[in-house]
């Protein structure tokens, strides 16, 4: 069993968002690539629009909150940031994060 997925149908959020919030600046630099780092919040232009500016988007780094300011569209984690930018559900999401944080074997 590993730390993110407890079984097959059972998926522990609160672990992988806990391992992804530590590791979020490298998460959000790959996801984000044109972004940069600016105190605690990445700053980038919003990859799933005709966004021209970097300042709309943004993730803090400590908390895991994003926001599109421009669209409202906004979550608390990296499991919703994930599910967000590459449409995809919770549950998938969750999944892909935990693989990338190497949590499920």
């Not at 908390?63 to 599109?68: E, P, S, V």
């Not at 906004?74 to 994060?97: E, W």
Request: hydrophobic share 40%; charged share 25%.
């Amino acid at each position: 069993m590993s730390i993110g997925v407890k079984t097959r149908s059972r998926i522990d959020f609160n672990a992988i968002g806990d391992a992804a919030r530590g590791r979020l600046t490298e998460l959000v630099s790959r996801w984000l690539p044109e972004g940069r780092l600016i105190g605690r919040e990445w700053v980038c232009r919003n990859p799933r629009r005709a966004d021209r500016h970097p300042g709309s988007f943004k993730v803090n780094v400590a908390t895991g909150r994003w926001a599109d300011f421009a669209t409202g569209d906004r979550g608390g984690d990296a499991i919703s940031l994930a599910a967000y930018l590459f449409g995809l559900s919770q549950v998938d999401a969750a999944k892909r994060v935990a693989t990338m944080l190497g949590l499920s074997r």
